[in-house]
């Protein structure tokens, strides 16, 4: 199996027919990741576009790739953040109202079990926390949590030291558990005031 640098160094000398290997190595990650940035605006139908976008640009760009800058992927990862933010800057201005945006729950509530409610309620909140970061805590957490990259790649993809990402992640988790806090004790103190009640 050819590496990424193989794969690049033939597709520069014109075997293009290459580039879908590299895009069937990578599409699933970069998909995933689309996807986790845009579900906190509610946006996700509009992840494969995204992700689509973001291969034909680097397919347009891979002549100025420079292995010694960074890893394929990570440059990868940096064109799908970039196509992503400047949509969401496009919806903002734009303003499209959610019911617009082509949105819609799955199920009727009363058609869901209650720990499945639940359990949305729960990841609702999460994805609403983690909406209301700064865009580079954002997407420093989506990169660290859910693409599972490490410290040295998420520097690479948002431009910034290692020490500066960890910072970011601390911020972020912190944000978010702070914005969670009065739901997680909510159940809690309810139970507790029942308890003197009686």
Known sequence: MMT???????????????????????????????????????????????????????YRSLHSFREVDASFSTWLY????????????????????LEESGYTPIAPPDAIPEQAILRTEQV???????????????????LREYDQLDYQEIAKVLGQTVSAVKSLLFRARSSVKNQLEPYLYEPLLEEREGMSSR
Request: aromatic share 6%.
């Open 4 to 58: 990424d640098s193989q794969l690049i160094q033939e597709i520069k000398q014109g075997n293009i027919e290459l580039y879908s290997h590299l895009m069937r190595r990578y599409q699933r990650k970069i998909l995933a990741f689309v996807y986790h940035m845009l579900k906190s605006s509610g946006l996700e139908m509009m992840a494969e576009d995204l992700c689509s976008e973001t291969f034909y640009k680097a």
């Open 78 to 97: 940096t064109i799908a953040r970039n196509t992503v933010l400047s949509e969401l800057r496009k919806q903002r201005s734009g303003s499209v109202p």
């Open 124 to 142: 609702e909140m999460v994805r609403e926390a983690i909406k209301n970061l700064p865009e580079k805590q954002r997407s420093a957490l989506i």
